[in-house]
């Protein structure tokens, strides 16, 4: 599961704590004298899933006007947000990998079924 951050240095030092807070070990990243958020991209795998914090993505999006356009989801009473559709599938075509072709093809599928209904 991909997160993307806007990387400033306060946000940086955040998703350090909540990172720490999960039992990862990140005092080397606290420890740096000259910490870069802009190109901190942290992985950290878990027995059934990835978690990847991006500091930014592929497409050319801008994390502000991406955020304002953002989707929210509710689960359990808390909102989720996401980024738009529009977004994800700039960001999708722009990586072009192949799992991201597929990901565009199962979302052009799914956004067809929905209209159908």
Do not use: C, H
């Not at 958020?37 to 942290?42: E, H, I, M, T, V």
């Amino acid at each position: 599961m991909d997160f993307w951050f806007n990387p400033t240095y306060d946000n940086y030092f955040k998703l350090l704590d909540a990172l720490e807070d999960l039992g990862q070990d990140v005092s080397k990243f606290k420890e740096e004298q000259t910490p870069n958020p802009k190109r901190s991209f942290f992985r950290y795998e878990f027995e059934t899933f990835t978690l990847d914090f991006l500091p930014e993505v592929k497409a050319p999006l801008n994390f502000r006007s991406s955020f304002n356009k953002k989707e929210i989801v509710t689960l359990n009473d808390t909102e989720i947000p996401f980024i738009s559709y529009e977004d994800l599938i700039s960001d999708k075509k722009t990586n072009a990998r192949s799992k991201d072709i597929i990901d565009l093809e199962q979302l052009d599928i799914n956004r067809k079924s929905k209209e159908n209904q």
